[in-house]
């Protein structure tokens, strides 16, 4: 069982911001990655689209013998998790906007988050915002448009700097002290965020959380893969290799990456 893969699906590119985080902690698992792009952006699409899409991922990955599910997708967590726990006998892993540090750590009290519509309207997101923001404005903001953009390896464009501009805007005049990014695809706008937020801001994401606690679990489980050998890595997606191939470039090891009509 320990050499059996760890399953990572997100709705695109995004995910490989996980990926990356998990390999790092553990280079010896065994790992494949779905890029569900041909279907980006899930955070426009109704809650009952989100779990079917996440549904398909979810089999596509134990039908490759996976061990454990990694949701690298906010918007997927947030609106399929509790349904693909109660029906799929396999632990999952999933990743949600890290409101509880950013609320803990903010001295303005003031906190931003950065997320798709999918995530901010689900009821997930409500209860853990309620449950950890004791005292603490969060000012939620809609990342609408990024997802495409950074889908389409223009995470560094003029677009995207007109469009984050656009949303910052607001978070900065409410005095937040610490941005919450809430999706994976958006670790990849880090250059941009860091040109246009004042130096005092953290920005916060849950990647290497996620990959601890992947870790915890598999430790757990005794299914954790002991090898000293590096894993073998394969990348699946229903669009573009190329694109996917740009997300991957600086990574040291052996990568595959396919196509597949999922
Ligand atoms: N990476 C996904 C997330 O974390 C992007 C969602 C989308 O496709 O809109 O939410």
Known sequence: MSDHPIGIFDSGVGGTSIWKEIHRLMPSENTIYLADSKYAPYGEKSEEHIRQLSIKNTEFLLDRACKLIVVACNTATTNAIDHLRKNYDVPFIGIEPAIKPAALQSRSKTVGVLATKGTLGSSLFHSTSENHAHGIKVIEQEGTGLVPL????????????????????????????HLVLGCTHYPYLMPLLNELLPGHIRVIDSGEAVARQTRAVLERNGSLNRSTESGKSVFYTNTHVSALKGFLTEVDSTVVISHWDF
Do not use: Q
């Not at 390896?153 to 984050?164: H, M, P, Y």
């Open 150 to 177: 950074i889908e389409a390896g223009k995470a560094g464009s003029s677009e995207a700097r007109t469009l984050l501009k656009k949303y910052l805007e607001p978070m900065l005049e409410s005095g937040m002290d």
